[in-house]
Nanobody
Framework: VQLVESGGGLVQAGGSLRLSCAAT????????MAWYRQAPGKQRDLVAG???????VYTDPVKGRFTISRDNAKNTMYLQMNSLKPKDTAVYYC??????????WGQGTQVTVSS
């Protein structure tokens, strides 16, 4: 399984970006999918997740600003990021959970928010 992220870039504070995570197999096979991010010198943290039934979960820093979604027909997960802040600057990673001890990661996409 390969996961390929895209959509990162440089944006001013208050702006928006939409990240995509395309999988090389049907995402219906995954129990859940999620977005994580890692800022320089910090650990990788969960941003948002979505179950196979489409139920989203958000962490407090992004609630009300980010929206996670999935399109099973396109085998793609998305993260719509609005009202971006400089502290959202990080490398964003896509994760897919296929079961116990079986999960996959993308290569990451850089998001930089300037003040």
């Amino acid at each position: 399984v390969q996961l390929v992220e895209s959509g990162g870039g440089l944006v001013q504070a208050g702006g928006s970006l939409r990240l995509s995570c395309a999988a090389t197999e049907s995402i219906s096979n995954f129990k859940s999918m999620a977005w994580y991010r890692q800022a320089p010198g910090k650990q990788r943290d969960l941003v948002a997740g979505i179950t196979s039934e489409g139920r989203p979960v958000y962490t407090d820093p992004v609630k009300g600003r980010f929206t996670i979604s999935r399109d099973n027909a396109k085998n793609t997960m998305y993260l719509q990021m609005n009202s971006l802040k400089p502290k959202d600057t990080a490398v964003y990673y896509c994760n897919a959970d296929k079961g116990p001890l079986t999960d996959y990661w993308g290569q990451g996409t850089q998001v930089t928010v300037s003040s």
